[in-house]
């Protein structure tokens, strides 16, 4: 299977909106499907973007708790803000905002994108980014703040 349709404008948008260019498309190509598939390089995605998304919630709460390490928060705003930022409904939000969800691929037979299914897209989006650059912080730091998030 080829890349999803609409997969160009939907990678120069994100990486437009990102401000940072995929060096391995298909770690792009794996956060924007939403059900089981088949990428354009043979692999396949049992849960669709739903295990690339653990990845970018780890990597989006390490990010998150280094910025509150860096101001010097204390541990009771630090938590408040981890807790409002990595929550589904803002990522959700967030996605609705930045206007990601119309390139991201559903089932077929999915009537509407739900916020968490946008949430989801958002942190599978974030651990794209981690795979593509490596875990490299103050990249995803960028993408964090090109995000909203920071």
């Avoid at 354009?40 to 509150?68: E, F, I, R, T, Y």
């Avoid at 206007?99 to 897209?121: I, L």
């Avoid at 875990?135 to 703040?145: I, K, M, Q, S, W």
């Amino acid at each position: 299977m080829s890349a999803q349709p609409g997969f160009a404008e939907a990678r120069t948008y994100i990486e437009n909106l990102l401000a940072y260019h995929f060096r391995v498309v298909t770690n792009l190509e794996e956060a924007l499907w939403a059900y089981p598939a088949t990428l354009s390089n043979g692999s396949k995605l049992p849960d669709g973007n739903k295990s690339l998304a653990v990845v970018g919630d780890a990597a989006l709460n390490l990010v998150v708790k280094h910025h509150c390490y860096v101001l010097k928060m204390k541990r009771g705003p630090a938590n408040d803000l981890l807790q409002k930022v990595t929550c589904n409904a803002y990522l959700g939000a967030m996605s609705s905002s930045h206007e990601v969800a119309p390139f991201v691929v559903m089932n077929p037979g999915s009537r509407a994108m739900t916020s968490d299914m946008r949430a989801t897209a958002v942190e599978a989006i974030i651990g794209a980014v981690y795979r593509d650059c490596g875990g490299d912080h103050d990249t995803l730091v960028n993408v964090a703040t090109a995000l909203g998030v920071l």
